[in-house]
């Protein structure tokens, strides 16, 4: 196993944690990351006690758990400031054995890349795969854009919501679809003014404020709206988030006035509504948003990522490539399908834009915490429960 050798193309949170993993595991890892630089800018993660739990396997859970910034309450709301639905920080950690954790997607990739064996991370690398390879034989194969090939006894792809290597190995797939919502992300200063964190739900629109550790905050914000849209003032996408959110209860309009303009992040949001029939062919295995995409109302994107790495890992610890493989698909694809499906019926909830329909979800979703305050919690049971599998 010493000189196995892994190519992962893509240096994003998974990417990054199957080559750790791997590393671990005594696999030789070269990563490769079309990008020339790991500093995403203006995004957030919510790491869920899943995440976290995966992580423990790589050493990182204690360390990422250190930096959990929310402390006391926090829910859901209304435009108009009303609370919907509260919760707390101790309530979560002790419904799910551990806590959420807020932090800034570069300090966790700069954590899981300081990890890495030396030279193991190629930046401004795109790679394409040539040859999926044969588990019983011949190897996988992957080119970069300066023409170096690299041979592989596993491909890790983990190049994306629109991943040209799944698009390869499964082409009449019909690949990721709009979901219906754009979204913008930033990170800003705190306000003057405290605030409990909380998610906000409009017709048709969601703002959510986080804190993190640092003392800065993340927020982010949907809405349905048409795929390829862009904010044409002069305030660019800050000013497309005043517009549709700007009059809605403090911290909004504040975080929405300390945001520079040029780190507005907005994304259209696609998912794979329909599932693959795997996550693997030959000796080339598809990971995080390339194999399973969803949208991001569950705030699972970057967990299932790391979930899928460390199962990876420890399938192909204990079995030939293709057993593993194989093992490592039957273990994750139902999972998966059931997150994603679970994140679209959430996204269905959202979309509803008449005032009474509206309403009517509002009235639910306050009676039902009212009847049971630990509601929200417990419909997130099934995910946030979750354990690695034992190291053989």
Known sequence: MSTAHAVVIGG???????????????????????ADTLAPVGAGIALAPNGLRAFDTVGLGAELRALGAWQGDGGMRSPSGRWLARTSSAAAAERFGGPIVLVHRAELIGRLAARLPSGALRTGSAAQLLDEGDPDGRPAVVRTVDDREFTADLVVAADGIHSRVRSALFPSHPGPAYSGFTSWRTVVAAPAE??????????????????????????????????????TGPDGERGELRERFGRWHQPVPAIIAAAAPAEVLRNDLHHLHEPLP?????????????????????????????????VLAYHLAGAETGAALASYTAARLPRTTSVVASSARVARLLSTRHRSTT??????????????????????????????????
């Open 194 to 231: 405290p605030f409990a964190p909380h998610e906000t739900w409009g017709a048709g629109r969601l703002w959510g404020t986080q804190p993190l550790a640092d003392g800065r905050v993340y927020a982010y914000a949907a809405a349905l709206a048409p795929p390829g849209g862009h904010g």
């Open 278 to 310: 795997a996550f693997h062919r030959g000796r080339t295995v598809l990971l995080g948003d390339a194999a399973h995409a969803a949208t991001p109302f569950l705030g699972q994107g970057g967990n299932q990522a790391v979930e899928d790495a460390v």
């Open 12 to 34: 994003g949170i998974g990417g990054l944690t199957a080559a750790l993993a791997l590393h671990l595991r005594g696999w030789r890892t070269t990563v490769l990351e079309r």
């Open 359 to 392: 309403l009517l979800r509002d009235l639910a979703i306050a009676a039902a915490s009212r009847i049971s305050p630990t509601a929200a919690l417990r419909s997130f049971d099934p995910i946030a429960s979750w354990n690695p599998p034992r190291c053989p």
